[in-house]
């Protein structure tokens, strides 16, 4: 008979094995086997309580988000403390951009498994579904703090924020040693001259 409460402890470790082989691996190319082996576990009881190597997959992409969600906020929080009074918006942009280079977010394995999600988006309802809550999210920040600042370029910009964001870390991905201060320094000095040019 399962010990009462070992369900969320085994599905947390498979989260986590997956990140971890799916980040060593580059890529989507392993199996429930590996995952469960990583996290103690036999296959079978994978399956059980994901069903597919996809599934389990999305669990860990869920995680990562859900990381990511809470770095964000947590930069945010500190900035509206330290803002200086007529800067809150620039302090929050950028506590947003931190935030997405943020420790839990942007480390080798995490990485790895952003580029990996964004791979799987294009087949996967699902993933497609989560990748559009985050971008939407993302971009509704940005605009939210943009708009008091250059009018109706807002959109524009935090289109292109985003979008910056996702290209350094397919970068981070592809060079295999992420720098979280260089990274957020790209999208730092982009978003410093785009207000420069504000009206």
């Known amino acids: 008979m399962p010990k009462l ?24 190319d392993v199996t429930v086997a590996q995952i469960a082996r990583r996290a103690g576990m036999s296959s079978a009881l994978a399956h059980h309580y994901f069903g597919s190597k996809e599934r389990i997959f999305l669990a860990a ?24 009074e ?44 989560l990748l559009t809550v985050y971008q939407r999210r993302l971009q509704s920040n940005l605009m939210h703090d943009l708009r008091p600042l250059v009018g109706d370029r807002a959109a524009e910009i ?23 201060v260089q990274a957020a320094g790209i999208v730092l000095h982009h978003l410093d001259r785009e207000l420069e040019c504000a009206p």
């Open 61 to 84: 992409m869920r995680e990562i988000l859900s990381l990511y969600g809470a770095e964000v906020r947590g930069a945010l929080t500190a900035a509206a403390a330290a803002a200086v």
């Open 5 to 28: 409460g070992a369900e969320p402890i085994r599905r947390a470790a498979l989260v986590k094995a997956a990140i971890e082989t799916v980040g060593d691996a580059g890529s989507l």
């Open 86 to 129: 007529g800067c809150v918006h620039q302090a929050r942009l950028r506590a947003i951009i931190r935030g997405s280079f943020a420790p839990g977010s942007f480390r080798r394995e995490a990485i790895s498994a952003w580029l990996n999600f964004y791979v799987l988006a294009r087949t996967n309802p699902e993933a497609r579904r």
């Open 158 to 180: 935090a289109s292109g924020l985003g979008a910056l964001i996702d290209g350094v870390y397919i970068r981070a991905a592809l060079s295999g040693e992420p720098d979280a």
